[in-house]
């Protein structure tokens, strides 16, 4: 008999999750049954959408998450001992997999791409669910042509420095704003033309001046006012991504932002929110082109390391206080 533990959700949060909303729950994995892998979980993601999506579900829940895991006992031969597995089986240090479940519209378990040697937990970061959404979220729906101004929000972040990376590899200028003046640094040391502190600057004069001639593609990770005043600044025929809003995930009631309509029809913009899971049968697309520019080094993932399954809720919290450069991600 393998023990396994998990993080239960107790509570529907309010206002930023606290350690109490979770339990830690002790348990005996019960025998596999045909079509089964018993799995030690090696890396666990925390991420944005596991505080926007709480209140969605009734508690108490397992709380969901990517991991990336080895199989460690095997009734599937199509995933033998030893093989290294991606899922959405969330915070817990071993877990039962049911190789068919098709339940989560997260997607079935599925083998960690080849990563020639990269570290696994890029499974759940630059080669997993973050970076598809910046690969394809970027190039499918704001569709950048070289020489074109794009910004992105949350540009320090796991699919913001990817997006502004992806930009680069096509030729784009590119302005970040990021939380902090040790992000802004970092941003301009990866090639983004411009990053800006959105804490300390005047948002839209600080674009004005790095964006003289107007935006053309916007990568929106945080909505809000920043994002209408961005969208302020753009040109004729700009598109814009509508990643997500992590500005008001903690927020019970919507915060309000300056109107956006006039700019939307001046300037004949498009504005299209978008969920990953769109381009799922494309996945294998999207992670050989990304490793492919990480090998070459078009493109620099970089990961913000939590130590330790006890540390799982104090690495999520932190990622929504900013405290990540790059990936947040949990070693077990
Ligand atoms: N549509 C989709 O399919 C998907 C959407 N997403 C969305 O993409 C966005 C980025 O996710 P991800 O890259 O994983 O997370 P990040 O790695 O970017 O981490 C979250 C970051 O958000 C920033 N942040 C926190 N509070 C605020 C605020 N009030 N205003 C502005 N920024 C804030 C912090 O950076 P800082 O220091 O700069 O404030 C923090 O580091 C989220 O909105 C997420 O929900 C992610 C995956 C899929
Ligand atoms: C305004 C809120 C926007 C949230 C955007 C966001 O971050 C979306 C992320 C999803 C995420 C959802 C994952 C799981 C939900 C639970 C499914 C289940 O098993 O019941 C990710 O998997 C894909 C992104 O589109």
Redesign the pocket.
């Known amino acids: 008999m393998v023990k396994a533990r998990k993080y239960v959700v107790k509570n529907t949060f309010k206002g930023l999750p606290k350690r109490e909303d979770y339990e830690i729950v002790e348990y005996e994995l019960p025998a596999l049954k045909n079509g089964e892998i018993l799995v030690k979980v090696e890396w666990v993601s925390v ?3 596991l ?2 999506y709480n209140a969605r579900y009734p508690t108490p829940y397992d709380q969901f998450s990517y991991q990336v895991g080895l199989v460690e006992d095997s009734k599937d031969p199509r995933f033998p001992v030893g093989t290294r597995v991606v899922s959405h089986k969330g915070w817990c240090d071993y877990c039962i997999i049911d190789t068919n479940d098709t339940k989560s519209d997260a997607g079935k378990v599925y083998k960690l791409p080849n990563l020639k040697g990269l570290s696994n937990s890029l499974g759940v970061g630059a080669v997993g ?2 970076g598809a ?2 690969y394809f ?1 970027f190039l499918e729906i704001c569709k950048p042509k070289a020489g074109e101004t794009v910004v992105v ?10 997006v502004g990376q992806i930009a680069k590899i096509k030729g784009c200028k590119v302005i970040g ?4 003046d040790d ?1 802004v640094k970092w941003l301009e040391e990866i090639g983004f033309d411009k990053a800006i502190n ?2 300390t600057a005047d948002v839209a004069a600080a674009l004005k001046a790095a964006a003289p001639k107007g935006v053309d593609c916007y990568f929106d ?4 006012e ?1 994002s209408s005043t961005i969208i302020n600044q753009m040109n004729d025929n700009g598109r814009v991504s ?9 927020d019970a009631n919507l915060p309000k932002a300056p109107i956006l309509q006039p700019s939307i029809v001046f300037h004949q913009l498009k504005i299209e ?6 381009w799922l049968d494309r996945q294998p697309e999207a992670f050989a082109e990304l490793i492919k520019w990480i090998h070459s080094g078009q493109l620099k993932p970089r990961e ?1 390391i939590t130590e330790g399954f006890e540390n799982i809720f104090d690495a999520f919290v932190g ?10 991600v949990v070693k077990l």
């Open positions: 991420d944005p959408y505080r926007a669910m973050p959404t910046a979220g929000t949350g540009a320090a972040g796991a699919v913001g420095s990817l704003f990021a939380g902090s992000k959105y804490k990770n945080v909505g809000g920043i509508v990643c997500g809003a992590i500005s008001s995930y903690n929110g978008f969920l990953v899971w769109r913000h990622m929504l206080n900013g405290e990540n450069t790059g990936k947040a």
